[in-house]
């Protein structure tokens, strides 16, 4: 794994940018057969898109994401200076003309990940960041790269995809110290192959609030 960090510590990265883009964040020999999968997993299941994304197959806690997200935790604690806790994972497997529109996340996933696991072609992330002044900028993940980010602090979301299939895995986390903790290991419990069935499941999304309130979390700042 090599995380870009401009010659800063993760912390100061964090609050320069509200990111920090991991390259290999999954061995290539590796993130293909996840990629593979995954697919095979939404045909079989016959998963359905969600509220904020209609052009996709979507789940809750897929196993395979759910260990990645356990195993990395510590990883993510050593990379920022502070320790977190893992909440859930969202995985979606996004089609053509697919859009993630701006939003910010809420309170269980404090801090985001999102990774490549695989795609037809690529999809630039786009984030908001404070410096050096008010900007967005478009981040290229290739397979098994990922961005960690501030979900709840930084505006987010993707253009729409040109491409055939982008297959994308969430990882959740919050800081063990900080005042969202009460969320971690959220949805940990399963019911079937990664399945959850909690009342977040009906949000639908990484972590999204609920559609009735989701404009809250919308301010407008699509291209400061």
């Not at 910010?104 to 908001?128: P, Y």
């Not at 990882?171 to 990664?194: I, K, M």
């Amino acid at each position: 794994m090599n995380a870009e960090l401009d010659g800063l510590t993760g912390a100061q990265k964090m609050r320069r940018d509200n990111y920090i883009v991991i390259r290999n964040f999954i061995e290539e020999d590796k993130v293909h057969q996840m990629c593979e999968d995954y697919k095979k997993f939404c045909v079989d299941n016959n998963l359905k898109g969600d509220w904020l994304v209609e052009k996709c197959y979507s789940y809750h806690n897929y196993l395979p994401y759910l260990e990645l997200l356990m195993h990395k935790s510590g990883y993510f604690s050593e990379l920022i200076g502070e320790p977190v806790l893992p909440t859930f994972t969202y995985s979606r497997m996004y089609l053509k003309g697919s859009k993630l529109p701006i939003h910010r996340d809420q309170a269980n996933c404090e801090l985001n990940t999102s990774v490549n696991i695989g795609c037809d072609k690529l999809w630039d992330f786009m984030i908001h960041t404070p410096y050096p002044i008010n900007e967005s900028r478009r981040i290229t993940l290739n397979p098994g790269d990922a961005i960690f980010y501030e979900g709840m602090g930084a505006l987010h979301w993707r253009e729409e995809f040109e491409g055939e299939y982008y297959c994308g895995a969430f990882l959740c986390y919050v800081r063990s110290r900080g005042e969202h903790v009460s969320c971690a290991y959220d949805h940990l419990y399963t019911h079937g192959p990664g399945v959850v069935d909690t009342h977040y499941v009906r949000t639908h999304g990484p972590g999204i609030r609920p559609k009735q309130s989701f404009h809250a979390g919308y301010t407008g700042e699509e291209n400061d």
